[in-house]
């Protein structure tokens, strides 16, 4: 059975050293391009600067951060946008396909090929041991690289428009996971990654 077939069901990934599961789409009762202009048009993004190595960067990407806490990466505070009343029910309808809840959500924005996010875990310590982190795609098809922290090992998966890829487990210990720029033309994508800071 081709996995894009079953939308609104978990496929498991074998994976080694933690937990990774794919839905083809996540039920929400509008139409996937209709979410994307909306976020798109309702969010205040930013181009934050992140220290890397020393160093100050802008991400190749925009942002927002929404939820009921706080959080911190790379030398960046982020301070918590209130939900809005989609992204609300984005998350009922994300906490009800994974069987958790999430207190705060990331959203990047990939306005084309050119935009990427560098190779990173989740593995902040406000996120406690073992997060499951809940990452949900619209427009674009993005290539999602993991690579393993010791051996190297690396996995690769399209998000498509509509999935929600759930990582769990051990696995930001264990991997490493990012988006890479492409040579080819890319339309605009959004990514929301849902999470529970603690």
Same mark, same amino acid.
């Given at each position: 059975?081709?996995?894009?077939?079953?939308?609104?069901?978990?496929?498991?990934?074998?994976?080694?050293?933690?937990?990774?599961?794919?839905?083809?789409?996540?039920?929400?009762?509008?139409?996937?391009?209709?979410?994307?202009?909306?976020?798109?048009?309702?969010?205040?993004?930013?181009?934050?600067?992140?220290?890397?190595?020393?160093?100050?960067?802008?991400?190749?990407?925009?942002?927002?951060?929404?939820?009921?806490?706080?959080?911190?990466?790379? $030398?960046?505070?982020?301070?918590?946008?209130?939900?809005?009343?989609?992204?609300?029910?984005? @998350?009922?309808?994300?906490?009800?396909?994974?069987?958790?809840?999430?207190?705060?959500?990331?959203?990047?924005?990939?306005?084309?090929?050119?935009?990427?996010?560098?190779?990173?875990?989740?593995?902040?310590?406000?996120?406690?041991?073992?997060?499951?982190?809940?990452?949900?795609?619209? $427009?674009?098809?993005?290539?999602?690289?993991? @690579?393993?922290?010791?051996?190297? @090992?690396?996995?690769?998966?399209?998000?498509?428009?509509?999935?929600?890829?759930?990582?769990? $487990?051990?696995?930001?210990?264990?991997?490493?996971?990012?988006?890479?720029?492409?040579?080819?033309?890319?339309?605009?994508?959004?990514?929301?990654?849902?999470?529970?800071?603690?």
């Amino acid at each position: 059975m081709d996995l894009f077939d079953s939308p609104g069901t978990f496929t498991s990934i074998p994976i080694e050293d933690g937990a990774l599961a794919l839905m083809a789409r996540l039920p929400l009762p509008y139409a996937n391009e209709d979410i994307l202009a909306r976020l798109i048009a309702e969010t205040p993004w930013r181009q934050e600067s992140i220290v890397l190595f020393g160093k100050s960067h802008l991400q190749p990407r925009l942002t927002a951060w929404y939820g009921d806490a706080s959080y911190s990466y790379s $030398g960046l505070r982020l301070d918590p946008l209130p939900w809005t009343p989609l992204l609300a029910e984005i @998350r009922a309808a994300v906490e009800t396909a994974c069987g958790l809840h999430f207190n705060s959500v990331l959203l990047n924005y990939y306005r084309d090929e050119r935009d990427s996010m560098g190779m990173h875990s989740d593995d902040e310590p406000e996120l406690g041991p073992d997060p499951a982190i809940a990452s949900l795609s619209y $427009g674009a098809t993005r290539g999602f690289v993991l @690579r393993h922290k010791r051996n190297k @090992r690396t996995v690769k998966l399209d998000l498509h428009d509509g999935s929600l890829l759930l990582m769990s $487990g051990s696995l930001q210990s264990n991997w490493l996971h990012g988006i890479n720029k492409s040579t080819r033309a890319i339309g605009e994508r959004l990514n929301l990654t849902f999470r529970y800071v603690v």
